[in-house]
């Protein structure tokens, strides 16, 4: 039975370029120099952004030093003939991420070209980017992933994905076994060309993620509860897809939707890349996650029950999916504050929000998934918060909090405690203490006692969080 942090998740307390930007460095086969070390000190909290429009954010970026990110390379991108490749583009990405002092992890795609055969059958994007297929030859493809571990060691890279989403046909066209075979394959690559370096599986999409959930519930027998946490996951989703997310009100809706192509799909990649974790193929869980604040609970539940002990949980994708969506910066602002300190903790060592600002280019009509700036890099209320929550949780340990009518996270770091928390029902008045001051997230603080209400505060003080919580006194 796994046991991943099941003493984290009851009920309780803890017990791109622009116009003006330097041109790429010419093509080379050869390994850049090791360029300089990374900033001292990490935080789980970082975020996934647009190399066009580096420049602009680098501000922000600076204020979340410490932090991880990734990015994507293709083999077909970066070698499109054979003999021939151009790693220009992933080393300044490689190169302006160290000198950030943000940790750089690589996703490696193989993409439809001479490596594979084939045709691409679904080309999406500006950059035309495609699905992957099962290369041609696993010894070329070994050597490959050997070339982009040994050039990317030197930058401090030590985390290696295998593809993206590959439950969705418009990221993978081959089976969950030749997915499995690719991965045992690239591990094999990884670990010769760098016995530090890390393998992480490509990342199951949040909606597979929610059928996981659901899925599980169901096969224990609890169908109420099966209900309850698919309406909860899929708030924002219901209809979005047609047959694939339906209105559900019984068990047997539920098992109706389970058999739909796609969401069966999802479930077999799900229980590939779990026994991928399980013979150790792959060393790190990858989540994404889309979805509302009040579904976290059941996503920490569903990794605590089917991660293997000990295997590391990182979150490389989170964000807000809501089409439509018309609520204004301080709820949006209020509700990431939620997802992402859920999920630190719960135990996920990284939580990468994306996208870190919105291209108004890339959709129609309402921004579908929130940016923490503007897409000219101005900061809003959610990147003051996010930039915030870095700088508490920097070298700290996580733990929840869940008492006393209230919701959260622990930050606890040397003889400091930052609560970042908000009511659960009804209003809680955390009383005055001498060093305890409080605060709006990424706020200046004031001290005396504090109301929490349904937005996230930060309390602080030099207690440890069981004794701040103590002090609470409920029923008036």
Not at 180 to 186: C, D, K, P, Q, Y
Request: hydrophobic share 40%; proline share 7%.
């Amino acid at each position: 039975m796994r046991r991943w942090l099941a003493v984290l998740l009851p009920a309780l307390l803890v017990a791109g370029c622009t116009s003006s930007s330097p041109p790429p460095p010419a093509p080379s086969s050869s390994p850049p120099p090791p360029p300089p070390s990374a900033t001292a000190g990490t935080t789980p909290f970082g975020a996934h952004w647009d190399w066009s429009r580096y420049e602009q954010f680098t501000p922000f970026l600076r204020k979340i030093a410490g932090s991880a990110t990734y990015h994507e390379l293709s083999w077909c991108d970066i070698e499109p003939q054979q003999g021939r490749p151009d790693w220009s583009a992933v080393d300044q990405v490689a190169e302006r991420s160290r000198s950030l002092g943000i940790t750089l992890h690589l996703k490696i795609r193989v993409g439809v070209c001479w490596a594979t055969g084939g045709t691409a059958q679904h080309v999406r994007g500006q950059a035309g980017k495609t699905e992957s297929a099962m290369p041609r030859d696993l010894g070329t493809y070994k050597s490959f992933v050997d070339g982009v571990v040994r050039r990317y060691a030197p930058y401090g890279v030590r985390e290696y994905a295998v593809e993206n989403e590959v439950n969705a046909p418009q990221y993978w066209a081959g089976s969950a076994t030749d997915y499995a075979t690719l991965v045992a394959a690239a591990a094999e690559a990884v670990r010769a060309a760098d016995p530090a370096a890390k393998v992480v599986d490509s990342g199951i999409s949040s909606v597979a993620y929610g059928w996981g959930v659901v899925d599980r519930l169901l096969k224990a027998g609890q169908e109420a509860e099966a209900v309850r946490a698919y309406n909860a996951y899929f708030e924002r989703r219901i209809g979005t897809r047609g047959k694939q997310i339906p209105a559900v009100s019984t068990a047997a809706d539920l098992r109706a939707a389970l058999a739909v192509p796609q969401n069966a799909r999802n479930l077999e990649y799900l229980a590939a890349t779990e026994k991928l974790l399980d013979d150790k193929t792959v060393d790190v869980r990858q989540v994404h996650f889309y979805e509302h604040w009040s579904a976290v609970p059941d996503l920490l539940a569903y990794l605590s029950a089917e991660t293997p002990a000990g295997v590391p949980v990182e979150a490389w994708e989170v964000g807000q999916f809501w089409r439509d969506g018309d609520a204004d910066a301080a709820s949006r602002s209020a509700e990431m504050v939620k997802v992402v300190a859920q999920l630190a903790a719960g135990g996920l060592r990284e939580v990468i929000w994306l996208p870190l600002a919105y291209n108004p280019g890339n959709r129609q009509g309402s921004e579908v998934r929130y940016g923490l700036l503007d897409p000219d890099g101005k900061e809003r209320q959610a990147g003051l918060m996010l930039a915030g929550l870095a700088a508490l949780a920097k070298g700290a340990t996580a733990e929840p909090v869940r008492d006393k009518g209230l919701t959260g996270a622990a930050f606890r770091r040397g003889g400091e405690t930052a609560l970042v928390v908000w009511a659960a029902d009804a209003p809680v008045t955390v009383p005055a203490a001498g060093t305890l001051t409080s605060g709006a997230v990424g706020a200046a603080a004031r001290g005396g006692a504090v109301e929490v209400g349904a937005d996230p505060v930060v309390v602080k003080d030099q207690r440890p969080p069981a004794d701040i919580i103590a002090s609470i006194r409920q029923g008036g």
